[in-house]
């Protein structure tokens, strides 16, 4: 064959409609019993991402444990402890496409102690699926799982109404479910809740719609998620540039070039564009915003870029670009919704490094306000026993300023770690208030 | 109203950029696991973007299995000019020479578990802090449990169930004297978006992924390739097929698929249109059902 790599062309309909697609990120939680693996495995199976050799394997997998039918939930358990014991242990992300969107689902497992899994499959998602049995109605963890929703500001809540065959799809039922939750998420920070009655195991409202549901005239859930309103999920008022690293090629084409590189956290750039720099202060205006690809006109986010300044001013790391008639919050005193992640507790006056968008800096826990009961969003007062899975209202002091908005404004800059100094252990996650 | 959003391809080539400035702002000696194989190139090229108009500020870390693909050493040795970086390759047949490593005995032989050795030992030898791997989430049940940013001890080993928890995008590469990371910049991508991507960049891959015709045998269910490193048989029946390679690693253990795919775009029509995994054919996966979990503990890409 000759050495040319052949180009490509436009003559390919398949891959060219693939191109176009967008990216949804959402999250599951739920306990086996409510058909979670069921619902996933149905949603990787209609859409074709299970291949033949994956099915194959946990064909012979159930078969050595015995079970006399095909479990689909050792798809989603990767690990030898997690297929041993049946349970799910971590965070497991899994991919499917259709023609119009890219899907990543974390599946986080829904207990109550895997509450720190489920804050982190939250953490990036676009959407949540709420799983509840039609034959128990709302639950403690339904609510566990919309807190989490609600807390980590997830854009959009489905609702699925599960196990509609087995309660002959009654519309009373659903209504009544739909009603109870209604009531329920009144409580809560969340905008936009859909309801569907499905059957996960039957597939009914999954991919196709049912004929058992003709009461029902919404959508099915594939049709949901791929229709999902997404590309206001991100902060495109507020212009916030975290720098994480100022490129200097130093050869003879790009001699004085010096471009600050990063990811944009919120708002839109545009060249010409008044900014000022901080915490410095200093006042610029944009030159030019590159990429490999060439010079672009506008940068939001979520877009890796380079910018680059009409003046030469003392830029490095952890500084944000932002507009002059704009700016965070610089803030010291940090108050924070704090899901605690690591077996042991917080010590003590103990300081940890505090990570915030491309800056790091040591940190104190000043005061804990209250923990909060996440079955029903009660603030526990007289136990500030922090443990594991623990969500709790805190006080942080800093040791310089941190330069952010409330969690509620922008995702990227009202986020938080902290990590421990000793063991270098990622051990809380905080949520700006 | 103007939309402002990307597709799927240009959001995961934002996230990844972004990876991979976090890991240069972040440790003192990175390297690029580089095997010549699509996903490796696909993140040097994405290098290349987040660090435009500078050069790579990594050098390509090849673990040399001494089984390779001729085309795939040319290609590297192609692209390490072009892109005027250093490059560091550990030798599996020098870990053999001194005696930190024992080759495999018997018809189904290959270096891909010692490969190990090698890595840990080159790792050491160079004082990577890190390496960045193009392991991808969906390509096995137990890399699908893997962080972008994935801490391994002073034995090189991985502990899945002790896992730093990774939340936004805020990356935790800390680490002790002794310890380093992986970190995989394309963990959310799949295989039809790497091959997608290759295809809208038009990236340059070696040509082993494109149909060809090449003296196989038929072996484990796949169409393994002739070389000096396999061990033959009565049995085996040497013929001449068209196929190509949907993954590349050791020659000994890479098997073909039968196809007529001969540009990019008929590439992703296959991939779209596949019935079974790329590592089907990857002899490696198939000791066993926890085989990747088991090399990865140890310390494996």
Redesign the interface.
């Known amino acids: 064959?000759s050495?040319k790599?052949?180009?490509?062309?436009s003559?390919?309909p398949?891959?060219n409609g693939?191109?176009?697609?967008?990216?949804l990120r959402f999250t599951t939680a739920g306990s086996v019993d409510d058909g979670k693996s069921t619902l996933i495995g149905r949603l990787l199976y209609d859409s074709k991402s299970i291949?033949?050799?994956?099915l194959d394997?946990v064909k012979?997998?159930s078969n050595r444990m015995g079970l006399d039918h095909t479990d689909l939930a050792l798809?989603?358990?990767?690990?030898?402890?997690e297929?041993e014991q049946g349970i799910t242990?971590?965070?497991?992300?899994?991919?499917f496409?259709t023609p119009r969107?890219?899907f990543?689902i974390a599946d986080t497992p829904g207990h109550i102690q895997y509450t720190?899994?489920m804050?982190?499959g939250a953490?990036?998602a676009n959407a949540a699926i709420i799983l509840i049995d039609a034959r128990n109605g709302v639950l403690e963890q339904t609510c566990r799982h919309s807190i989490i929703a609600s807390l980590l500001q997830i854009p959009h809540i489905i609702v699925c109404i599960n196990k509609m065959d087995l309660v002959e799809y009654n519309r009373d039922v659903y209504e009544k479910i739909k009603i109870d939750y209604e009531v329920f998420a009144s409580k809560l920070d969340v905008h936009d809740v859909q309801f569907i009655p499905i059957s996960a195991l039957k597939g009914d409202n999954v991919v196709e719609r049912s004929k058992n549901t003709p009461w029902y005239k919404g959508s099915t859930l594939l049709y949901t998620l791929e229709n999902l309103h997404?590309?206001s999920d991100?902060n495109?008022i507020d212009c916030r540039f975290p720098v994480?690293?100022v490129?200097?090629?130093?050869?003879d084409?790009?001699h004085d070039?010096r471009?600050y590189?990063?990811?944009v956290a919120g708002g839109?750039f545009k060249p010409g564009d008044e900014v000022v720099v901080l915490p410095s202060g200093f006042t610029s205006r944009i030159k030019s915003i590159?990429?490999?690809?060439g010079p672009i006109e506008e940068a939001?986010a979520?877009?890796?870029v380079?910018i680059t300044l009409t003046d030469d001013i003392d830029i490095s790391?952890g500084d944000m670009i932002v507009r002059t008639n704009n700016q965070p919050e610089v803030m010291q005193d940090i108050e924070v919704m704090m899901c605690w992640?690591n077996s042991m507790g917080p010590r003590p006056r103990t300081k940890y490094?505090l990570?915030?968008?491309?800056t790091d800096m040591k940190a104190m826990i000043k005061e804990i306000r209250y923990k909060l009961d996440i079955n029903t969003l009660h603030r526990i007062e007289d136990d500030k026993n922090i443990k594991m899975n623990d969500i709790c209202r805190i006080s942080l002091r800093s040791t310089k300023p941190i330069l952010a908005d409330s969690y509620k404004k922008n995702?990227?800059t009202g986020?938080?770690?902290l990590?421990d100094e000793g063991t270098?252990?990622?051990v809380a996650?905080g949520m700006i208030i | 109203m103007k939309s402002y959003s990307l597709t799927h391809l240009r959001e995961l080539e934002a996230e990844s950029i972004y990876v991979l400035r976090e890991v240069f702002s972040q440790f003192q000696n990175p390297a690029i696991l580089f095997s010549g194989g699509k996903d490796s190139i696909v993140v040097t090229h994405l290098a290349r973007k987040a660090f435009f108009p500078a050069r790579i500020p990594f050098p390509l870390f090849h673990i040399d299995s001494g089984h390779n693909f001729p085309e795939t050493m040319k290609f590297r040795n192609d692209l390490v000019e072009e892109l005027g970086v250093r490059l560091v390759v550990g030798s599996v047949q020098k870990s053999i020479d001194e005696g930190r490593a024992v080759e495999e005995k018997g018809r189904n032989a290959s270096r891909n578990v010692i490969q190990t050795i090698t890595l840990l030992d080159a790792i050491e030898e160079n004082q990577f802090d890190v390496c960045i791997g193009g392991a991808r989430r969906d390509e096995e049940k137990a890399r699908a449990k893997e962080r972008f940013f994935s801490h391994r001890d002073e034995f090189g080993q991985w502990d899945p169930k002790n896992q730093r928890p990774e939340l936004w995008n805020i990356f935790n590469g800390k680490y002790q004297q002794g310890e380093h990371f992986r970190v995989f910049p394309l963990s959310n991508w799949t295989e039809m978006d790497v091959w997608q991507y290759i295809l809208s960049e038009n990236i340059k891959i070696p040509p082993l992924y494109f149909a060809h015709e090449r003296e196989v045998i038929r072996r484990n269910g796949t169409w393994l390739p002739i070389s000096e490193f396999i061990q033959l048989d009565e049995k085996d029946q040497i013929i001449r097929k068209k196929i190509r390679f949907r993954t590349l690693g050791d020659i000994t253990i890479t098997g073909g698929i039968e196809s007529n795919a001969d540009t990019l775009a008929k590439i992703v029509e296959e991939v779209a249109a596949a019935r079974q995994t790329e590592r089907g054919n990857r002899e490696d996966d198939k000791r066993s059902e926890t085989s990747m979990e088991d090399r990865k503990r140890e310390g494996y890409f």
């Open positions: 064959m050495n790599q052949p180009t490509a062309n003559q390919w398949i891959a693939y191109l176009d697609m967008e990216l291949f033949e050799d994956q394997q012979q997998s798809l989603t358990d990767g690990l030898k402890d297929r242990i971590d965070v497991a992300y899994r991919y496409a969107r890219k990543i720190r899994n804050v982190t953490s990036t997404i590309s991100h495109h994480q690293t490129i200097r090629p130093k050869n084409k790009f070039y471009g590189a990063g990811r839109i590159d990429t490999y690809d939001f979520p877009m890796s380079t790391r992640l490094i990570r915030h968008t491309t995702r990227n986020s938080l770690i990590v270098n252990e990622t996650a």
